[in-house]
């Protein structure tokens, strides 16, 4: 078996002859990351671990007396790959951080490799049962998990038309699934929290057709609904004591002669009416249906989040998410949980107006903005759903997840899925 390559910390500089102000030096078969503490540490840490993960370095083991669980966590994150994972092996930390790092770690990871999957492997139904089995392995019968799979025309007959319709045109079968969470077994307790999850598996943008380039990434398409579950897994994990339902509205966008198709009118069962525009809109089309779905079960504060939009990649690239809600206070406690756990997430306007700009001459409203100039993508998408939130102004927010995937590598994260938001989701939750 192969020996670890060790790794330690030190705050003072490298030897010159490692270039000038080097992150990493080397001595046979250890590394020494030189933190410069005036600077974001984190950030180092992340980096030294990508260049080392570059060197095709099998296993590492973290020693010293500098390392904390901040750090570890910042190694992990950047001393992982699609293809190995990441083999790290904690320091002497007491056993309490252990456990939450390989907690944490296990649930993470959970996440970059569902999302790093091929959409020949994570089908809609795949994606759901792969969600229950994380629930119930973080769980570990100390709290017991209900859930439901609602199927292909089940879907239709049940109300739920906008996975329905968005997933009919392919062989795998749409798919939501609602899971409940709840520690007190009180099967009257309220809803604290309701999470919505985007799980569009693959999509190829319909008869809105993607080009090639744009339609390789697009199996990360089901992030959001990869990153609530992760969130749910690891506020359990943490000891969450509120009743909590995850919907999470799966499938495919494909082409075929059963595919849904530009200028189809949907009814959903809130009474709202949409004009598809866009098949390449779709996500929002699914999303309806679990908000609707979160209301009828009375959640006091609901949560979505979805890959939604090339716009909010456009604002903020694959560094941040973005947030956009109309309730300053959910959405300032939002941007303050991201803040204590080193995520980086950034607001974008959401008003009142903006409801205004996805009118329809065929239906009550479309599935993209009107047109004309000044469209805000992200926004217009977000005033979409707010139009299936009784009262958007209260306990309502989305995540429109531009930093979940990261489509080439650079000096902090690998190709692929990051993880990155849930733990600002996992702790909204257990605030």
């Given at each position: 078996?192969n020996q670890?390559?060790l790794?330690n910390?030190?705050?003072q500089k ?5 270039g000038e102000?080097?992150?990493l030096?080397?001595?046979q078969?250890?590394?020494?990351i030189?933190?410069?503490?005036r ?12 260049k ?10 973290l020693?010293?007396e500098?390392w ?6 910042a190694?992990c994150q950047g001393?992982?790959?699609?293809k ?5 092996e ?8 252990i456990?939450?790092?390989k907690t944490?770690k296990?649930?993470?990871?959970w996440?970059?490799e ?7 492997v994570?089908t809609?139904e ?5 969600a ?5 392995q ?6 017991p998990l209900?859930y ?18 968005v ?20 099967e ?6 309701a999470?919505?999850?985007?799980g569009?598996?693959f999509d190829?943008?319909?008869?809105s057709l993607?080009p090639s ?9 089901m992030g959001g ?5 992760g969130a ?16 999470l509205?799966?499938?495919?966008n494909?082409i ?8 189809d009118?949907?009814h959903y069962?809130n009474?709202?009416s ?11 089309l ?6 609707i779905a979160?209301q009828e ?6 949560i979505?989040?979805?890959t ?6 456009a ?9 956009l809600?109309?309730d ?10 991201a ?10 306007p959401?008003e ?13 409203i ?5 047109g004309?100039?000044s469209m ?8 979409f ?15 429109d997840l ?12 690998a ?7 849930i733990e600002t989701i996992s702790?909204?939750?257990l605030?």
């Open positions: 078996m670890p390559f790794v910390l030190s705050d490298a030897n010159p002859v490692w102000n080097a992150l030096s080397f001595d078969q250890q590394a020494t030189h933190l410069n503490y600077d974001d540490v984190l950030s180092q840490v992340q980096s030294a671990a990508r080392l993960d570059n060197m095709s370095l099998p296993k590492m083991k020693v010293g500098q904390n669980s901040d750090l570890c966590w190694f001393f992982y790959n699609a190995t994972g990441a083999d790290v904690f320091p002497e930390l007491d056993e309490e951080a456990d939450s790092l944490k296990l649930i993470n990871e996440v970059r569902t999302i790093n999957l091929g959409p020949a994570v809609p795949v994606l759901c049962e792969k229950c089995l994380l629930l119930e973080v769980c570990a019968d100390k709290v209900k439901k799979l609602i199927f292909g025309e089940q879907l239709n007959v049940d109300g739920y038309v906008g996975i329905y319709e997933g009919k045109g392919s062989v795998n079968m749409p798919c939501m699934l609602q899971l409940d969470y709840n520690p007190s077994g009180d009257d307790a309220p809803v604290d929290f999470l919505v999850g985007k569009i598996t190829s943008g319909g008869y993607k380039p744009s339609m390789a990434a697009m199996k990360s398409d609904a990869a990153t609530v579950t749910l897994a690891l506020a359990a994990a943490n000891g969450l004591q509120k009743r909590v339902k995850l919907y509205c799966c499938a495919e494909m075929s002669g059963k595919a849904f198709k530009l200028g009118v949907i069962k009474g709202v949409v004009e598809v525009l866009n098949t390449d809109a779709e996500g929002r699914v999303l309806a249906d679990g908000l979160a079960d009375g959640a006091k504060q609901i979505d989040a979805a939604l939009t090339g716009a909010a990649k604002a903020v690239g694959r560094d941040y998410n973005c947030i809600s109309m300053d206070e959910f959405t300032d406690s939002a941007l303050e949980a803040k204590e756990v080193n995520e980086k997430l950034w607001r974008l959401l009142s107006f903006h409801l205004q700009q996805i009118g329809s001459a065929f239906a009550d479309a599935n993209i903005h009107s004309g100039e805000a993508g992200a926004s217009t998408a977000a005033a759903l707010a139009k299936f939130v009784k009262t958007p102004e209260h306990n309502w927010i989305h995540f531009s930093g979940s995937y990261q489509l080439a590598a650079n000096g902090k994260w190709v692929g899925g990051k993880g990155h938001g702790s909204l939750l605030k």
